[in-house]
């Protein structure tokens, strides 16, 4: 079955980088979009970042934009977040998904159960 | 920019609850509704505004007028405790709404 798992989370002190990872099983990764959404602590999801099959057009949501880079790896299955000058406001689980489309709408159809980023001196 | 109503929400098992979802620009049917609980991975309820994801009992329903979407639960269960998201996936950003958190009354 469609298996998303993220690692890379930890404590990160403001100002720094971290990558994250993100291993995809049970499905044609090389076919497919997938995207990257968090969550801060109390609030709600936030869309961050989406790239295409192939990797070869890559959106980012406006908080992250020239900080954060999505890639992929299709020989490893692998999805990856490199996030840099990272603040306190980037303190969310950070979840990939895996994207799906009818028609024009996109959406997220398997998630991975998340991974943890504190940004704290 | 998505709203959602209402933000919170109590109701008895048997139920039937509705959240609204609205759009600030037409985008056709794309719309979708996640579940989220806490410490677990969202899941996909419904896209395409009524499309019901395979798997996902038939009492959750979505439907669209307009900027207008809504979420139906025909009869509320205790496993449908949750937060409930829209996500319009018409345009980038891929904006998700505020969320409706639903408990029991």
């Known amino acids: 079955q469609v298996q998303l798992v993220e690692s890379g989370g930890g404590l990160v002190k403001p100002g720094g980088s971290q990558r994250l990872s993100c291993t995809a099983s049970?499905?044609?990764?090389?076919?497919?979009?997938m995207g990257w959404i968090r969550q801060a602590p109390g609030k709600g999801l936030e869309w961050i970042a989406y790239?295409?099959?192939?990797?070869?057009?890559?959106y980012y949501g406006d908080s992250v934009k020239g900080r954060f880079a999505v890639s992929m790896d299709n020989t490893k299955n692998s999805l990856y977040l490199e996030m840099n000058s990272l603040s306190a406001e980037d303190t969310a689980v950070y979840y990939c998904?895996?994207?799906?489309?009818?028609?024009?709408?996109?959406?997220?159809?398997?998630w991975g159960q998340g991974t943890l980023i504190t940004v704290s001196s | 920019r998505m709203t959602q109503s209402p933000s919170s929400l109590h109701a008895s098992i048997g139920d039937r609850v509705t959240f609204t979802c609205r759009a600030s620009e037409t985008i056709g049917d794309s719309v979708n509704w996640y579940q989220h609980k806490p410490g677990k991975a969202p899941t996909l309820l419904i896209y395409g505004a009524s499309n019901l994801r395979g798997g996902v009992p038939s009492r959750f329903s979505g439907s669209a007028f307009g900027t207008e979407f809504t979420l139906t639960i025909d009869s509320l269960q205790p496993e449908d405790i949750a937060t409930y998201y829209c996500?319009?996936?018409?345009?980038?950003?891929?904006?998700f709404g505020p969320g409706t958190k639903v408990g029991v009354k």
């Open positions: 049970g499905f044609d990764f090389s076919d497919s979009y």
């Open positions: 790239i295409s099959d192939g990797g070869s057009s890559i």
């Open positions: 996500q319009q996936g018409y345009y980038i950003p891929f904006t």
């Open positions: 998904a895996r994207g799906g489309r009818v028609s024009q709408s996109r959406f997220f159809d398997y």
